[in-house]
């Protein structure tokens, strides 16, 4: 069984999302991502890096530091959601404190 050539990230270009690419010249690299716009696809994400590590296919170092900040993009998105739904609960009491002074 042929083994894989090793994955390192590309550069990021753009708004293009982080991808990893076979390393060597393969003739049809298939980039293994996620949309990282939300929990659910920076956790795919991770996971995909976590078993590409596992596999020996990506760099333990690279895997480390590619955990690294998807696990910092994670707890910055959550907090971006809970910013959200705070400013919306303050708006309806706002709003509801208003409407009881009529």
Do not use: H, W
């Not at 590590?53 to 990506?58: I, N, Q, S, T």
């Amino acid at each position: 069984m042929a083994r894989k050539p090793p994955l390192t990230p590309t550069k990021r270009t753009s708004d293009r999302p982080l991808a990893l690419v076979p390393s060597g010249k393969s003739k049809d690299p298939t980039p293994r991502r996620f949309s990282l716009n939300t929990l659910r696809g920076i956790r795919r994400e991770l996971g995909q890096v976590y078993r590409l590590a596992r596999e020996g296919e990506l760099d333990l170092a690279a895997a480390c530091k590619l955990g690294y900040l998807l696990s910092t993009l994670a707890k910055v998105s959550e907090s971006e959601l809970l910013e959200d739904r705070l400013s919306r609960l303050e708006r309806a009491v706002s709003e509801g404190q208003q409407n009881g002074n009529d």
